[in-house]
């Protein structure tokens, strides 16, 4: 069974028999979805993804993918930067997902991975003159990290890469060793997520989350130019605190600003919205998620479970 972790999804043949995905043009089972060792991207990490949620709602016996076409909106933007052209426009391949998820015909929250990668086999450092191919699959999945009790976080001592070495801007796989040496050091450390400094030391992001701050009752977060992912996720809480009338300040972000801060959260699709309540060991307020992080972690998850007229149109109903 594909099980959902706290930070991690195991998976045994038994389930993955009946979920399918989508590779070299057609859809076949998912164990069959293989690629060889040579595959470019296999040995670079020459590959864009996306990360994609879709929320089961159990009233109405309907499947929600989240903000779909904004995702491949941005994986098409990915895969630009790695002299790659997707084989399908955002909108088909958000028919794809909607066709892949019907024949998986899942009934619980799912998580939808779409990778588009240099597919030849050869080997040589480089982007040009390389074949590439799009797969996507979906797994069952739940919680990636705590969102209720607040999580704990350390700061770490690994600096996010530049958009001058390797775009954050863009979700190319390689580029996620940064984050994967973020997030052990900080659980290996005994934290439970860890959050990362640019080059200059101002604060960008967590290891796979956009980082809110309260302070003074506005939302403070890093602009997308301190090597930020420019976070979907981060965009929609941005406009649900536009329509409560909480104001939102996009600037630099100092380290010590996370330790006087009146609440702060990290938000993603994986992570969903995580209270983060203490950081270096220093309490966040008073140690609980605060009144504005409440608010919008319930707007939020009513949102993307189709509960909310007002942000329905996030959501692609799958069947
Ligand atoms: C490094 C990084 N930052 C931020 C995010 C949040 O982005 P989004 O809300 O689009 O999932 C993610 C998650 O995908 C991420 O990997």
Redesign the pocket.
């Known amino acids: 069974m594909l099980k959902p972790g706290t930070t991690t999804v195991t998976a045994d043949a038994d389930h993955t028999a009946n979920l399918w995905a989508f590779i070299r043009g057609g859809f076949v089972p998912l164990a069959e979805a293989q690629i060889s060792v040579t595959t470019h991207a296999f040995n670079y990490g020459t590959a864009v993804f996306e ?1 994609i949620r879709a929320y089961w709602n159990a009233d109405e016996e309907q499947l929600f993918g989240l903000d779909l076409l904004a ?1 491949y909106q941005r994986i098409h933007r990915s895969a630009k930067l790695l002299h790659m052209t997707v084989p399908h426009t955002p909108d088909e391949l958000v028919r794809l997902t909607v066709e892949l998820l019907r024949r998986d015909g899942l009934r619980e929250d799912a998580y939808i991975r779409p990778i588009v990668y240099k597919s030849s086999e050869s080997i040589g450092v480089r982007l040009h003159n390389l074949e590439s191919d799009l797969t996507i699959f979906a797994i069952p999945f739940g919680k990636y990290i705590d969102t209720e009790v607040g999580i704990r976080a350390q700061v770490s001592t690994w600096r996010r890469t530049d958009d001058n070495a390797i775009p ?1 801007r863009a ?1 190319l796989t390689g580029s996620y060793v940064n ?1 994967s040496f973020a997030k052990t050091e900080a659980q290996l450390n005994g934290f439970d997520e860890a959050i990362m400094l640019n080059q200059d030391g101002h604060v960008s ?6 980082i809110f701050l309260v302070r003074d009752g506005m939302l403070v977060t890093p602009p997308v130019s301190d090597n ?2 420019e ?4 965009r929609h809480l941005m406009d649900v605190a536009g329509d409560l009338g909480i104001g939102v300040i996009e600037r630099s972000v100092d380290r010590t600003e996370l330790y006087s801060a009146d609440e702060v959260f990290l ?4 992570a969903q919205l995580a209270p983060v309540i203490e950081i270096d060991r220093r309490t966040v307020g008073n140690g609980k998620p605060g009144p504005i992080t409440r608010r919008l972690h319930k707007i939020y998850f009513d949102a993307a479970r189709g509960r909310m007229d007002a942000y329905r149109h996030w959501l692609t109903p799958v069947y």
Do not use: D, F, Y
């Not at 938000?267 to 994986?270: D, E, I, L, R």
């Open positions: 990360g995702h954050a979700k984050g992001e967590g290891s796979a989350e956009n930020v992912l976070g979907i996720t981060r938000c993603g699709t994986g």
